[in-house]
């Protein structure tokens, strides 16, 4: 009884850190960790980030929205050349056809 008692009482503390541990991340960081080695099994995020799309190894979703004013190159820098890449199944909706057209 004495062990169980010793168990539930202890605290799992972290000293120096009563007010939390979060901090700033770097790109390179996140990269090695979420990206792919093979460049062609990632999503293009942004021109240094990358995705990849093994969900089970670092357990992320790969849902993207991407929203944007007129012109401000959602079709050019995000859904073009994750399509180009063609290694996941996308679906893109694209009302006007402006997609299509270029």
Known sequence: MGIGVYFSSKENRRPGEEHGSAKWGNVKAIVKRYADKNKA????????????????KHR???????????????????????????????????????????
Not at 41 to 56: D, E, F, P
Not at 63 to 92: D, E, H, W
């Open 41 to 56: 099994n990632n999503i293009i995020l942004s021109q240094t980030m990358r995705l990849g799309l093994n969900a089970r």
């Open 60 to 102: 992320r979703n790969l849902n993207v929205l991407v929203v944007g004013g007129s012109g401000a190159g959602k079709t050019r820098f995000f859904a073009k050349p994750n399509l180009m890449q063609c290694n996941a199944s996308y679906i893109v909706a694209d009302p006007k056809g402006g997609a299509t057209r270029s």
